[in-house]
């Protein structure tokens, strides 16, 4: 069954970078799929921090308003492969980054399916 898996996490100081991958597995319609990147930071909801549209609708992207002009997402269809560069981190982007589908994540067997996300802390 599908697979997110996602990686590139880490401790940074503010202001510092990042690049955070995310590879699927097993699922043959990511190319025509929008993809997101979501955050959730401790005690609060997970929330979605960029979107791309498929490359047949020309990769559009959108960002929240938190994040726009320090992260940029993209995609690698050959590779099934989602992108989110963050950079000019702040102290509150501190979070578990995940992807996923957009603006609905993948379901199994009616339950959201939600890889294991990966830990971006920012802090001096």
């Known amino acids: 069954q599908v697979q997110l898996v996602e990686s590139g996490g880490g401790v940074v100081q503010p202001g510092g970078s990042l690049n955070l991958s995310c590879t699927a597995s097993?699922?043959?319609?990511?190319?025509?799929?929008?993809m997101a990147w979501y955050r959730q930071a401790p005690g609060q909801q997970r929330e979605m921090v960029a979107t791309i549209t498929p490359p047949g609708l020309g990769s559009i992207t959108n960002y929240a308003f938190s994040v726009k002009g320090r992260f940029t997402i993209s995609r690698d269809n050959a590779k099934n492969t989602l992108y989110l560069l963050l950079s000019s981190l702040k102290p509150e982007d501190t979070a578990v980054y995940y992807c996923?589908?957009?603006?609905?994540?993948?379901?199994?067997?009616?339950?959201?399916?939600w890889g294991q996300g990966t830990q971006v802390t920012v802090s001096s």
């Open positions: 996923n589908r957009a603006p609905r994540p993948i379901s199994i067997n009616g339950n959201d399916y």
């Open positions: 097993d699922f043959p319609s990511f190319g025509i799929s929008h």
